[in-house]
């Protein structure tokens, strides 16, 4: 069983850049993948990034060549670096283990906006 804490959101202009955290209560050295999804106002939840243990990552077209995911194991924690924001980012987002178990957080709120 593990708590996942996001932080790291804000109010960002528009071409700006905000990291998000991910905390985990435990190691999440055990985890071969984990990601990070978002939700949009009106919208359904959306994949946004995943990197698995051995270090390969994907993206959603929407935030490829903005966004880069990454973890950290020794500070159980996983990143999602956000450059060249957009107001079509503007989103709750929310950190997930993958396996061999699943874990959501609660989110933080990013608001790209002028």
């Known amino acids: 069983q593990v708590q996942l804490v996001e932080s790291g959101g804000g109010l960002v202009q528009p071409g700006g850049s905000l990291r998000l955290s991910c905390a985990a209560s435990r190691s999440i050295f055990s985890f071969n993948s984990m990601g990070w999804y978002r939700q949009a106002p009106g919208k359904e939840r959306e994949w946004v990034a995943t990197?698995?243990?051995?270090?390969?990552?994907n993206y959603a077209a929407s935030v490829k060549g903005r966004f880069t995911i990454s973890r950290d194991n020794a500070k159980n924690t996983m990143y999602l670096q956000m450059n060249s924001l957009i107001p079509e980012d503007t989103a709750v987002y929310y950190c997930?283990?993958?396996?061999?178990?699943?874990?959501w957080g609660q989110g933080t709120q990013v608001t790209v906006s002028s």
């Open positions: 990197i698995i243990s051995g270090g390969l990552t």
């Open positions: 997930k283990t993958n396996d061999p178990y699943v874990f």
